[in-house]
């Protein structure tokens, strides 16, 4: 009986409890057998494909020969940012299970990348659409595991490490262990670290190989820009673009603009999430996936005046959503494990995305239709 009354377990019981764990624990550890080699016919499906990330990674899958590529997003075709010729392109919602399963048949490879997201605008807005992004994941990783898929990766953010650490814009990096104990972004990081543990644990009791990546504010071409779900490079990049353009030589900012960050190209990124999804010391373990290079969003909004040749006048919203007050990428694992880090400069990434988005905001002047997101 297990009522109040029941009586504690006698301690040679108690040791052979201990000893029987231990022993499915030993158990559970799993050895890593070697993949045959990815062929360049074999299905890869990208879901998210209609974004930003899963859309350039397409396009890099797609480069480097792949000729079974599968796309997937739930946006209707002609709001995808980038339509790579040769791809499958599905528009079905992977937070349903009957979907899940339609987009996995046949995968060998799947990268999950589709979330409800945004910037810091959307995400503390919005917590329950970003909350509810586990049902994309949750379904995802068993039609994988269900399909025979030998390997998942899993975009997760750095909005999964604890917020107290983060309270100061001199942070500290953040290392992988700094996400527990667990006091996550509220909403989206909650939902990141919880799709985590799926993901490690369908390695672990499962035996199906998974990859984990902790993206830190992505940036580039063919990203967001517009709408309300842009994060700060793009933002500032059009806020400058459209203040020359109508004559305004002024500039908001969110918070004080003292809060810093490090961003990541999306070249870098893309490379990075095939250096670990092909990394077996990296199965069912997180790693920060982002650039190591911090500034404040002062600096990054004198950067993108330099880009553009003016100088504006900074004003400051104390009232909007302007996330932790630091944050940046500790890079010292992924350096171990994969002998890489992203290393394009800001300047660098900053002047092509400039023109990217210069070239975007014209087009939409004259009538053509853009993807903003
Ligand atoms: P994005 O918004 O450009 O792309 C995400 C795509 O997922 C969108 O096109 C959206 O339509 C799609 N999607 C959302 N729900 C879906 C559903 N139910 N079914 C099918 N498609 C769905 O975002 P992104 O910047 O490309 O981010 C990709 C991934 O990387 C996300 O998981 C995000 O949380 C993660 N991430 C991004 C950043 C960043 O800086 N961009 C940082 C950390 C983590």
Known sequence: MNGVNSKPPRTGRLKQHKKERRTSMQEQKRVVEKDPPLRKDERIVITGAGGFIAGNLALYFKKKGFTNIRAVDKKPLYEWYLHVPGVENLCLDVSDEDNC????????????????????????????????????????????????????????SACAYN???????????????DAYPAMAERGYGWE????????????????????????????????????????????????????????????????????????????????????????DNLIATPINLGSSEMVSINTLVSKVERIAGVKLKRTYDLEAPQGVAGRNSDNTFIRKVLKWEPNTSLDKGLAVTYKWIQGQYEKRKKGHRVGVG
């Open 101 to 156: 399963r339609r987009v996995c048949e046949g995968a060998v490879e799947v990268y999950n990348l589709a979330a409800d997201m945004g910037g810091m605008g959307f995400i503390e807005r919005f917590r329950i659409e970003c909350l509810r992004s586990i049902l994309i994941n949750t379904h995802m990783v068993e039609a994988a595991y269900r399909a025979g898929a030998r390997r998942y990766f899993f975009s997760s």
């Open 163 to 177: 917020t107290l650490l983060q309270k100061d814009p001199n942070v500290r990096a953040l290392k992988e262990s």
């Open 192 to 279: 990141k670290l919880m799709s985590e543990m799926f993901c490690e644990e369908y390695w672990h009791e499962r035996g199906m190989k998974t990859f984990i990546a902790r993206f830190h504010n992505v940036y580039g071409p063919h990203g967001t820009w517009d709408g309300g779900r842009e994060k700060a490079p793009a933002a500032m990049c059009r806020k400058v673009i459209e203040g020359m353009d109508k004559k305004d030589l002024s500039i908001n900012i969110w918070g004080n603009g003292e809060q810093t960050r490090s961003f990541m190209y999306i070249d870098d990124c893309v490379v990075g999430i095939d250096k670990i999804m092909h990394c």
